[in-house]
């Protein structure tokens, strides 16, 4: 046959494929040359492309040597024949012996139990699979490791061209990719409903000529970027002082630096080109065959640092493509961002301007969650391979309640998720009604509201949601988005900020609570077995008081005069509370002796976040100004469920009896000894648990902003009398839970919602 290709000249068969695709073609008919190409230069009887219908189907495309009939007619799903295991197992299968292989079957329709051999490899990019490639033959032989990789490298291509769209267009049985509706599942890390338009965080770079025709100029261009590459990860490690680093960014650079000089992954981008790929190509390919290797690794460290290498595939990419490389890429409107992971200091770079954040990693406790949370951002993480589909500019839909993302929705859903927007506008608008009254219960009882904080942002909400002061503000979140210890001046401004935007409310400042979930690597670079119980918060400011100290001046500084109150996290006995109260009280002394304004009211509490703290002596009740439950950590240790680990955390509700009867025994011991107590766990936001804790004896709230009005109205409904009537029969009744008693009462405030 005069078309005939010698097995190794894949570069030759791109060629040709290249030129043939020039031609001005539609999808199918591109398609159909691809496989004429591929059989006659290849020598093989049958080719055919499968191309994914969706996850689950594959479809025959095109064929050379098959029943053409059979074209877009023939389906099959993953789980079936030999072509759906190459898909499934992202792996090739070269047999000269189809019919014996795990998994054949035959479709007659096609007409092809007359071959024997058998060579597919999976059509892939980024580690996704697109379809399958597929070559057979009569005659019983065994492909050749060159065969394969040429038909790798016409997979590499397809997929490129599968991706820019050039195999499909309108008219076409197979729709383009990236224009279909998908559904994704994820974890709810911040609630809320939210539409808008896909900002990705880091835009996919497209491909458009995955065919190289000099080999020697593509060599060029990827030695010339990957110079590049190794210039600046080695001016990030070099260029910054050791201290201005975290070690954990440290050690992703160094780990980057040991990717971009290792031989291994050069030597086979090499060899991609040899074969006829582009420079981008060659890359590309090298990435999505690295990503398949991930996903299948069970080692968590080691997925960990394939992502590194995967994020040098993307600035190499970026290098040789120009594209992704600006920041000022135009924003849409209403952005909604969709990132593999982001860290805190950039989610704070674009803003509250986000309507919401969708992550394929991320965790309920990682800073970045800390920070949306803060902004009230919806937040979804753990949907995978979004990154991989979304375009930027989609619609996209988060169904902050279920943790369903919709990416390019159909009407009816954005309609159902534009609803409950109103909806939730709307309550907000009634909310807002009762702005100025008091969240007095229905017995006489009034409730102070409070919000949470720890960014500036996040203040002007302060006297719009109609709370009475800041009930927490978490100081370290400064701490957190930054890579050095602020200083006593930049903490000083900031906590002037908060008192001048509290307008003559009561603002509360927790000292610093770092460790645990909030690591600050500048602060503590020992790696603990187990961090939750480990060197944090307050244990962290008695061993290093300098730092506690430098935090106290900032505060009362930064007060210059006006009144406020310090609650110190995570105290476990009453001793670690007076070395604190201590240390406060010599400073004030100090600072006032150096000439600084000091109010008389400032106040001196304790969060209570540990079950020892409940039964500490009546003295450690009497010494504090006031107990502040965080119930976040407190529900952690009380049933030893990791806060961040969403397989324990969800099985230990708040409204478990168990935890409410521990909740009582807090109120019951402050109210003997004459103690203010609050809670300003999450749960404090939660109508349903709002109303139990204030039955149960907590005289003040502290909540995220955004849902201070619903509680209110709430509180304002119920009769807390009745509600400690509920709760003493669900003792009597030995229920585990309090649910079904709340779900009644709130079923009741439901309806007096509707008709406000
Ligand atoms: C808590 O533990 O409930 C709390 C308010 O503190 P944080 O969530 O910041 O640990
Ligand atoms: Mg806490």
């Not at 499968?50 to 789980?79: F, I, K, W």
């Not at 942002?457 to 800041?470: D, M, R, T, W, Y």
């Not at 770092?514 to 690597?521: L, N, T, Y």
């Not at 961040?644 to 521990?662: F, G, H, I, T």
């Amino acid at each position: 046959m005069s078309d005939l290709i010698s097995p190794t000249s894949s570069q030759e068969l791109l060629f040709r494929l290249n030129n043939a695709l020039a031609s001005d073609s539609d999808g199918q008919k591109r398609l159909d040359q691809i496989v004429e190409l591929v059989s006659n230069c290849m020598g093989v009887e049958v080719c055919s492309v499968y191309l994914h219908r969706d996850a689950q189907t594959l479809e025959l495309c095109a064929t050379q040597g098959l029943n053409p009939e059979s074209v877009h007619q023939t389906r099959m799903r993953v789980t079936e024949g030999l072509v759906g295991r190459v898909s499934r197992e992202s792996t090739p299968i070269n047999t000269s012996n189809a019919p014996s292989e795990k998994g054949f079957r035959f479709m007659p329709e096609t007409g092809e139990e007359r071959y024997s051999s058998f060579l597919g490899v999976p059509i892939q990019r980024l580690g996704q699979t697109l379809g399958v490639l597929v070559v057979q033959t009569q005659n019983a032989r065994t492909f050749t490791s060159d065969e394969v990789k040429t038909l790798a490298v016409v997979a590499t291509v397809l997929a490129e061209m599968r991706e820019t769209g050039i195999l499909t267009g309108e008219g076409q049985a197979l729709s383009a990719l990236h224009t279909q509706s998908e559904t994704y599942k994820g974890l709810v890390a911040y609630e809320g409903f939210a539409e808008g338009r896909v900002l990705l965080h880091e835009p996919r770079v497209v491909i458009t000529n995955p065919v190289g025709k000099d080999p020697e100029a593509e060599q060029k261009r990827l030695d010339e970027a990957i110079t590049e590459l190794r210039g600046t990860v080695d001016y990030l490690l070099e260029s910054q002082p050791l201290h201005s680093i975290t070690a954990e960014q440290r050690e992703v650079l160094e780990t980057y630096r040991m990717f971009a000089n290792s031989s291994g992954w050069l030597t086979r981008m090499a060899e991609n080109i040899t074969t006829g790929l582009t420079a981008e190509a060659s890359v590309e390919k090298e990435q999505s065959e690295a990503r398949i290797r991930m996903a299948k690794s069970p080692d968590p460290y080691l997925r960990e640092r394939f992502h590194d290498l995967d994020d040098l595939f993307n600035r190499l990419l970026r290098i040789l493509t120009g594209q992704g490389r600006s920041v000022t890429d135009e924003i849409p409107e209403n952005p909604i961002l969709i990132a593999r992971n982001i860290g805190p200091g950039e989610l704070l770079e674009y803003g509250s301007t986000l309507k919401g954040i969708i992550l394929e990693e991320g965790s309920v406790g990682s800073h970045a969650t800390i920070i949306a949370r803060t902004m009230a951002i919806p937040l979804i993480i753990h949907v995978k391979e979004i990154t991989t589909e979304a375009l930027n500019g989609d619609t996209v839909c988060i169904d902050g309640d279920s943790g369903v993302v919709h990416l390019r929705p159909d009407d009816a859903v954005t309609e159902a998720i534009h609803n409950q927007i109103e909806m939730t506008k709307t309550a907000q608008v009634k909310f807002s009604k009762i702005r100025d009254k008091p969240a007095q219960t229905r017995d006489g009882t009034t409730i102070n509201l409070y919000i949470n904080a720890g960014l500036i942002p996040e203040l002007p909400n302060l006297i719009p949601s109609g709370a009475e002061g800041v009930g927490l503000f978490r100081t370290e979140l400064r701490f957190l988005t930054t890579t050095r210890i602020p200083t006593r001046e930049e903490l000083a401004q900031q906590y002037s900020t908060v008192i001048d935007s509290a307008d003559g409310r009561p603002v509360i400042f927790r000292t610093l609570d770092v460790g645990s979930d909030k690591v600050v690597p500048y602060l503590n670079r020992e790696e603990e077995p187990n961090p939750a119980m480990g060197w944090r918060a307050t244990r962290i400011l008695l061993d290093r008081t300098g730092l506690l100290k430098m935090q106290l001046q900032s505060i009362i500084r930064g007060a210059d005069g006006r009144p406020f109150g310090i609650m110190f996290p995570m105290i476990v006995s009453q001793e670690e509370f007076v070395k604190a109260k201590t240390i406060v009280l010599e400073l004030i002394k100090r600072e006032q002796k150096k000439g600084h304004a000091i109010s008389d009211a400032i106040e001196i509490g304790a969060m209570l976040e540990t079950p020892s703290l409940a039964f500490a002596p009546d003295s450690f009740f009497q010494s504090v100004d006031f107990i502040s439950i965080g119930g976040n950590d407190l529900k952690q240790f009380f049933f030893a469920a990791d806060r961040q680990n969403e397989k324990v955390r969800s099985r230990y509700p708040a409204l478990s009896m168990s935890y409410l009867k521990l909740i009582k025994h807090i109120c019951d011991r402050c109210t003997e000894n004459g103690t203010r107590v609050s809670y300003c766990g999450e749960d404090a936001a939660r109508p349903e648990l709002a109303i139990i804790l204030a039955a149960l004896g907590v005289s003040s709230l502290s909540m995220r902003s955004s849902n201070l009005g619903r509680v209110k109205h709430f509180l304002r409904q119920v009769d807390l009398n009745e509600v400690r009537n509920l709760f003493a029969q669900s003792i009597r009744d030995n229920s585990p839970t309090f649910k079904p008693y709340i779900d009644s009462v709130i079923a009741d405030c439901q309806k007096s919602l509707a008709e406000v």
